[in-house]
């Protein structure tokens, strides 16, 4: 990469270049069951304000990551889901590790305790991104759904925060 990576918070003017890294991920088959990418307003609604953020090359958006709640009830208050892509072609360089790195310094400062992602068992580079920034493997769903008619193995990883 020649240009320098910059990390930014998200703005509704990122969407389009968001949502076609997003479409990209529906494309592979790996990253996530859904089949659709959602309009702006149902992401927004469902995603934390403050941990939302994208990775640019100059002036082209390169990568996302994001929070959303796990669940509205209070208890679970300090939990949240992270969602993060990389954009074809840009994967390998580091940049899934700077925004993970990122997202976590701003989830501890949104007081969240405990970060989970759900991988897909075949994604391989996303688990060993998850393990090298600090997440524990806590579980794995055997056929838990399926994508194009075939059965997939997700798991569960969770890191807990340093400051509870």
Request: proline share 4%.
């Amino acid at each position: 990469m020649k240009e320098e990576l910059f990390l930014r918070p998200m703005t509704k003017d990122d969407w389009p270049s968001v949502s076609q890294i997003y479409k990209d991920g529906i494309d592979s088959g790996v990253a996530t069951f859904e089949h659709t990418v959602p309009s702006y307003d149902d992401w927004d609604r469902t995603h934390c304000k403050p941990c939302r953020f994208v990775a640019t090359l100059g002036e082209k958006i390169v990568g996302f990551a994001a929070l959303s709640p796990i669940s509205a009830r209070a208890v679970y208050a300090g939990v949240a889901e992270v969602s993060l892509y990389v954009a074809n072609g840009f994967t390998g360089h580091g940049i899934g590790r700077t925004l993970l790195h990122t997202l976590i310094q701003a989830s501890e400062q949104a007081s969240f305790w405990t970060l989970q992602s759900t991988i897909f068992a075949v994604n391989t580079p996303s688990t060993s991104l998850h393990l090298a920034c600090g997440f524990r493997e806590v579980g794995r769903r055997e056929r838990i759904a399926q994508r194009e008619g075939i059965w997939h193995d997700t798991v569960l990883f969770e890191r807990r925060s340093e400051k509870k």
